[in-house]
């Protein structure tokens, strides 16, 4: 049993699906990889990069940061923002003194660091009084992206007499990115008027002269809880991606990670029902008014716990809440893609921790992520004596949901039938690309394998979304061979 499935894996491989073999010097069938030893860190709101010494850093709130060689092993290497545990600025509260007492601060909000065209990487930097968007978004370069990043100025700034927090941007949460014709563009905002963009200058890391102020909105206003902007271009689908984190970020507050999507950079940017992002924001005169902004954009997770099944040997389960605040990454080398985020857990109050999962693009060209964290697998097709069985499903919704989304147990049998806690219908001819019909709704996705860490099970999982933009997850159970 075990030959055939790797026989099956390698001659999809070979026949369906090439691209995501490039890069790959051997390709091991992922149900035959060692179960790694992550090493976790706590990042608020990480930003990814690769740099140019091989190693992937992470950037986060409160100047701290974190470096690994392979997105499963991570090492601290700059702890806050205070002189003494900050190593990414020398002098950090005399440094960047300007931005500090403007916002009535002594710390910083979410970064992001950009490698620019002349080798220089540059650090977006920004600071926030916290209860009103009295902010300052400045740069620093470094010869390294471990620093020690020098100050280059203040960029922007909010909160000012006459400022209108309603319609302009509280100026925090940069991401600075490259478009498929070597532009740099910055998106960036939280909450107040919204999430807006500005063309930046590739050698300066500067906002370039002839834009409006703040630039373009994309989305967002009237204080609506919408924050995190990260924007990746896929040359798979030749779309631009806008993540966002809907809801409040801590434990009981339901921050959950959304998408839309567009042809170009500065938008527009439509979610999978078509609708305008622009439109996408609170009433005039309301404040924090999830409803209104609730339906739109593609929701990928929110809180979730994946409860065990009858067959499980570890019964032990762990709910995560408020996942979000993410970044994301496109490999070159080998087409994967990935998504960084920080996520909170039920019972332990505030705490936090990163996790990295795979994301997979599906045939309507929509992102969608494994329900499981890296663990060094690649995209392959699932054998199909691996696809039959019981699995956990996951709904999450497009809600922001506070309290995490309970798994269910459905059967995906050999006659293309669904039965269990939803009924319908499935199929996955190439072991990649599966559709399925749960209880009248109609799901597109990927087929995949992850590992199920709390059984130490390398599991065939699906993630897919509704035509409305809900995800599904689901994961195999044990011992179906």
Request: charged content about 20%.
């Amino acid at each position: 049993m075990k030959i055939k499935r790797i026989i099956s894996a390698l001659l999809f491989i070979a026949l369906c699906l090439p691209a995501w073999a490039m890069g790959e010097a051997e390709v091991v069938p992922n149900t035959e990889l060692p179960v790694p030893k992550w090493r976790d860190v706590s990042v608020h709101d990480p930003s990814i990069i690769k740099a140019d010494d091989g190693y992937y850093y992470i950037y986060g709130s409160h100047m701290a940061a974190a470096r690994s060689a392979d997105l499963i092993k991570w090492e601290l290497i700059s702890r806050d923002a205070s002189n003494s545990g900050c190593t990414l600025v020398e002098d950090v509260q005399t440094q960047m003194q300007e931005a500090l007492s403007y916002a009535k601060t002594t710390t910083f909000w979410a970064p992001d660091v950009v490698q620019l065209a002349d080798g220089r990487y540059a650090m977006y930097y920004c600071t926030c009084e916290g209860s009103c968007p009295l902010s300052m978004l400045g740069i620093a370069y470094a010869d390294k992206p471990e620093g020690p990043y020098v100050n280059g100025g203040i960029l922007l700034k909010s909160g000012y007499s006459g400022y209108n927090a309603n319609i302009l941007p509280n100026v925090v949460d940069p991401c600075t990115f490259y478009d498929k014709e070597g532009r740099l563009w910055m998106v960036y905002g939280s909450y107040s008027g919204g999430i807006y963009i500005l063309e930046m200058d590739v050698n300066t890391g500067l906002i370039l002269p002839g834009q409006s102020v703040y630039g373009t909105k994309l989305l967002g206003g009237n204080h609506s809880r919408i924050e995190g902007p990260y924007i990746m271009y896929s040359p798979d689908t030749d779309y631009y991606y806008l993540f966002l984190s809907f809801g409040g970020l801590n434990a009981n507050d339901g921050y959950n990670i959304r998408v839309c999507r567009s042809k170009n950079p500065d938008g527009p940017y439509e979610d999978a029902l078509g609708q305008d992002m622009t439109l996408c924001k609170g009433r005039n005169g309301t404040f924090f008014n999830d409803p209104d902004y609730e339906p739109y954009g593609v929701k990928l997770m929110g809180g979730y716990e994946f409860l065990p099944l009858s067959r499980d040997k570890n019964k032990f389960t762990q709910a995560f809440r408020s996942p979000g605040h993410n970044s994301a990454y496109y490999d070159e080398e080998t087409g994967r893609y990935f998504i960084v985020f920080h996520t909170r857990f039920a019972n332990t109050g505030e705490s936090f921790s990163v996790r990295v999962h795979q994301m997979y693009m599906t045939a309507d060209g929509w992102p969608v992520i494994s329900p499981m964290r890296y663990a060094g697998e690649t995209p392959q097709p699932v054998a199909a004596d691996a696809m039959c069985g019981e699995y956990k499903v996951l709904l999450h919704g497009r809600d922001i949901n506070t309290v995490e989304h309970e798994s269910q147990v459905i059967m995906l049998n050999a006659d293309g039938t669904v039965t269990g806690d939803l009924t319908g219908t499935w199929a996955c001819a190439d072991g990649v690309n599966v559709t399925l019909t749960l209880d009248g709704l109609n799901y597109t996705g990927v087929m995949h394998t992850a590992l199920e860490a709390g059984q130490k099970n390398w599991a065939s999982c699906i993630s897919a979304i509704d035509e409305s933009g809900a995800s599904l997850w689901a994961v195999r159970g044990l011992n179906q061979d």
